[in-house]
């Protein structure tokens, strides 16, 4: 079985500038979660989607980040325009039911904005 | 928001040692997972386990729910066993899930 793909692996943008990152869950994976990961601190969810309806993007920035899932299988985080804060590891996750369940992750993409 | 918080920070352990990380959470859970973010970033599964005991391997973890704690075992800890081990919660299926600050484990030759 497949494992959660994310691309790319690395960016590096200036601030004020847009990126997008990319990611396909497990087939068949209802459940899909976006994390930012700060050095040093554990994920932090952005947002999470049940099938492609936004089931909590509570901690979503939304004046500057969006997210979608079209179709219910990948997704898009875009972030623009990106601050230095925005420097982290952004991580993708899915799991096979409408919750938590068993997570599961992919590599993630370390973003740099300088 | 529900709290988590996990101990120690950081651990450094000769290899074979024995370990034990623990995970409390400030209110009632109905899912908890443990991670173990390798050196590279990959974050892995070891358990789901939001009640009782499961092994696997030289890893065990235990969560009583009740008294709103999980400990994680590692036996005869090996260097590839380094890397971060994170907890995560969920309190029910329509809450947010958090995850601890992590414990940093470094295993000697």
């Known amino acids: 079985e497949a494992g959660v793909a994310q691309s790319p692996r690395y960016k590096i943008i200036e601030k004020r500038q847009s990126v997008a990152f990319w990611c396909n869950p497990i087939?068949?994976?209802?459940?899909l979660y976006w994390y930012q990961q700060i050095l040093g601190q554990g994920p932090k969810l952005l947002i999470q989607f049940q099938n492609n309806g936004v089931v909590d993007d509570s901690q979503l920035p939304k004046d500057r980040f969006s997210a979608e899932r079209l179709k219910g299988v990948d997704s898009t985080l875009k972030i623009q325009p990106a601050k230095l804060e925005d420097s982290a590891v952004y991580l993708c996750?899915?799991?096979?039911?409408?919750?938590?369940?068993?997570?599961?992750f992919g590599p993630g993409t370390r973003l740099t904005v300088t | 928001g529900i709290q988590v918080e996990q101990s120690p920070p950081d651990l450094i352990l000769q290899e074979g040692a024995n370990s034990t990380l623990r995970c409390n959470f400030s209110?009632?859970?109905?899912?908890l997972q443990w991670f173990h973010q390798n050196p590279w970033g990959q974050l892995i599964n070891l358990f789901y386990i939001p009640s009782g005991t499961k092994q696997n391997g030289r890893l065990s973890a235990t969560t009583v729910a009740t008294e709103r704690y999980s400990l994680l075992y590692i036996s005869s800890s090996q260097t590839t066993d380094s890397g971060v081990y994170f907890c995560a919660v969920e309190r029910t299926s329509y809450d947010k899930v958090i995850f601890g600050p992590g414990t940093s484990l470094s295993v000697i030759p």
């Open positions: 209110d009632s859970v109905n899912n």
């Open positions: 087939s068949g994976h209802a459940t």
């Open positions: 996750a899915s799991s096979s039911r409408t919750s938590f369940d068993e997570q599961y």
